[in-house]
């Protein structure tokens, strides 16, 4: 019974139909095989179609000011850092920092804010320590690759509250992400009363 069954199984398979072209034989493949390729093909194109999207989708971020995780973090201990060449690589910027700065203590934070899209850093840079912030304040007037430097405590640098001419771009504002602090203009005299309000309080 198992026989013919098997045998009935066998006759009801598509099978490829032999044709004849030039007088040689070649196999014909069957709907299927066809079927089956099809697939493959509609796959292998999906799978690429996704590779593309994913590399896409990490440009955009790479490219983004926001995109990096040294780009939150800023707080009230935060070194600010501006007079440098910033016409080259974020990243480079970034080491050369870090090996000047690494002499004060040791540096957990250095973020180079550049303009989303062309990539091109802002000019200046925030940097964290675990300590060493009051040795790193005497660095100010110090010279890298021949510029000099202007180092400060972030909060009484206007760049510590907004970027001036600085807009973003979609990843920055879209869902979940931090909003920009710079989408507005800056309203100097008030952040100048604010330092002045907030070292008074501090002496008292």
Do not use: W
């Not at 840079?125 to 202007?150: C, H, P, Q, V, W």
């Amino acid at each position: 019974m198992n026989s013919l069954a098997d045998e009935r199984e066998e006759d009801s398979m598509p099978i490829a139909k032999p044709v004849t072209t030039t007088g040689e034989t070649v196999l014909q493949p069957c709907s299927s095989s066809k079927r089956n390729l099809k697939r493959q093909k509609i796959h292998k194109e999906s799978k690429a179609n996704l590779k593309k999207q994913k590399e896409t989708e990490r440009e955009k971020e790479d490219s983004c000011c926001y995109g990096c995780e040294e780009a939150t973090g800023n707080s009230l201990d935060t070194i600010f850092v501006k007079g440098f060449q910033h016409l080259r690589p974020r990243d480079e910027i970034k080491n050369e920092l870090s090996n000047i700065f690494g002499s004060c203590g040791k540096v957990i934070r250095v973020f180079v804010p550049m303009q989303c899209g062309t990539c091109v850093p802002l000019g200046f840079a925030f940097i964290d320590y675990s300590n060493g912030e009051d040795d790193a304040l005497k660095l100010n007037g110090t010279y890298m690759g021949g510029r000099k430097l202007e180092v400060k405590m972030a909060t009484d640098s206007a760049e510590y509250y907004g970027f001036v001419n600085f807009t973003g771009c979609d990843l920055c504002r879209g869902p979940g992400k931090r909003k920009l602090r710079a989408r507005k203009p800056l309203d100097v005299d008030k952040i100048c009363y604010k330092n002045l309000a907030d070292k008074a309080h501090s002496k008292t």
